[in-house]
């Protein structure tokens, strides 16, 4: 195993990048109505069909049609978004003229749209735009509404699409993603089935944890030109913490009871937070071992990211003993006059406990991984060195193959 690297975030650097406008709040969403006239009188409206049946949709929908915009729906929106959905569209509404494209559902559906916003506008190949800043230019102007809480995808500016050809998910990550604005309305997420619930919280937890225990890269100028994640920094910090501090209260309330607005609207709030941390913090590694995880066994992403945590943050923390005791504070666990380490200690603790409380699996074996497969998922997980990369201490194959040894087995009776 390699040794310990603590990367410090010399420069103090800060990079924030976000959707134009954001509104938030419960019923916010009618406010669409009188946002969308600013665009244009011609919305395409993105989901799947079952927010398409939804009545919360239909009122929405008859809203702004009340108010004067003409909208369209394509609601044929899949899960884990096949690249195929992207060409659909393209052909569906070929010569079609839209001013606005407006997304409501959850991360799927709006990492859809997107990509469906440059496609409208430049046409193209969508195999043309995977990667980082391969996108040309500008797509139409993007609203995004998300109904989960939460993936963060309403905040962020990549999409990740299942490429079948190449049986594997792709990323296209550019600036021109980014949504011109977003409502964020926590009503949404009342009627969200409870699986989903599960591994969408699951999924802003992670995102939270790895953006704030993500390396600082202390990059050059060129180096922010040319990547979109810069690594921990000042403004992705705040953000998580904001996060951390929310998840604390909201997670038990919520699982509790399903129905309290004010949790559901914390978690929201969170998932939100935790998509602006990520934005320019980028994920880590437990990011990159769930990928290969979910295309063999297809289980949530959420539920992935989340099993993997507390192996994951066993293995780095030596590198982050002072953010993780910080976490400590900010979820509210921290030890009185215990050293830092055993803050961190509690913190991997605490975070495990939220986890178990919104019913998120804390081994790998109930994601339906196998011994097995252990070999083939360290081989792919390596390929993701955009996030290999960004985990604060050096991944090497074979930790990977500790990491998930010990996660099939369920023993975190081990530090470091
Ligand atoms: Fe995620």
Redesign the pocket.
Known sequence: MSAPVRTTNDLRLGLLRQPGTVLFGPGQRHHLARLLPAYGGRALFCTDERMAADPVYRELVAGVEEAGTKVTTYAKVEPDLPRQNLEAVARAHDGDEFDVVVAVGGGSVLDFAKVAAILLAQGGDVAALYGENVVPAAGLPLVTLPTTGG??AEATCISVVYDDERSMKVGIASAWLEAAATIIDPEFTLTCPPSLTTATAA?AL??LVEAFTARAKNPTSADLDAHLYAGKNLLADTWARQGLRLVRDAFPRMAADPADLGARSDTMLAAFSAGLA?NTAG?AAA?AI?SPIGALTHSA??LG?GALLPYVLRFNLPTRIEELAEVADLIGVAPAGGSAEAAAHAAVEGIESLLATIGCPLDLAALGLRPEHVEQVADQAMLATRLTANNPRELERADVVRILERGIAGDRSWWT
Request: hydrophobic share 15%; proline share 0%.
């Open positions: 993936t963060g999924d992670t995102h990520i994920t990011h769930q992403h959420g990211v």
